[in-house]
């Protein structure tokens, strides 16, 4: 079974261009390249295109997981609240001749546009390579383990295979979370006490074990 893979506000905020978008909804993360490349020109992609790269949890109702609906108080009929402007799938207010009512599977219930979940909740660590001093600040995934965490590290490190990765002194399990592992998520309190969190960044420090050879 394949694993969930988390992403980031930052990360999906990267991707906030009409040949590379994504949104994120209700917890999931949508990658909408294919569609914007398939309906290329068409005015129902504006609103999407507005928000590339936000979060748009805004416009879906939490309990269908369906875009979000009101009664027309002219026609008292049900219809879809979309302020910003209608978009791709979302039917028209009235009957129409240039509408295709069967269009499928629209694109916020289509399993092929999602690409992973979005974070319940982000933190900062602080990676210290023992052999070399250097320092490198990480925004993760509480819900990511030790292992995928130094998969966003290798980027800085190819040789980050080659070190033990310890928090106060104990070897960290890398199959587990930063949780998992006592690494402790003191954001909360931290501003209960009005505490820059920034200077209250755990760290995790890698030591060299015997060669390089792991890349």
């Known amino acids: 079974m394949k694993k969930t893979k988390y992403f980031t506000p930052a990360e999906v905020a990267e ?6 978008l994504w949104v994120s909804f209700l917890g999931k993360v949508c990658d909408l390249t294919p569609l914007m490349e398939q309906h290329k020109g068409d005015a129902l992609l504006l ?5 590339a790269g936000k979060d748009i949890s805004c416009w879906f109702d939490p309990t269908t997981k369906d875009v979000l609906q009101y009664v027309d108080p002219v026609t008292s009929c049900v219809r879809y609240y979309t302020p910003r402007g209608r978009f791709m799938h979302v039917p028209p207010a009235g009957p129409r001749s240039d509408w295709a009512t069967d269009v499928g599977r629209p694109w916020w219930k289509d399993q092929r546009y999602e690409v992973g979940q979005l974070s319940s909740k982000t933190r900062w660590i602080r990676v210290i390579n023992t052999l070399t001093s250097q320092e490198q600040r990480l925004q993760v995934c509480s819900e990511e383990t030790l292992a995928e965490i130094r998969q966003r590290y290798l980027g800085y490190n190819a040789h980050a295979h080659s070190y033990t990765w310890k928090h106060a002194g104990v ?3 890398m199959s587990r979370t930063l949780s998992d592992n006592n690494v402790a998520d003191d954001d909360h309190e931290l501003q209960q006490l009005r505490l820059d969190r920034d200077a209250f960044t755990p760290a995790v420090l890698l030591y060299y ?3 390089l050879t792991d890349g």
Request: net charge negative; charged share 30%; with cysteine.
């Open 15 to 20: 991707h906030n261009t009409a040949a590379d």
């Open 47 to 51: 609103p999407i295109m507005e928000c």
């Open 171 to 173: 070897p960290l399990d």
């Open 209 to 211: 074990n015997d060669d």
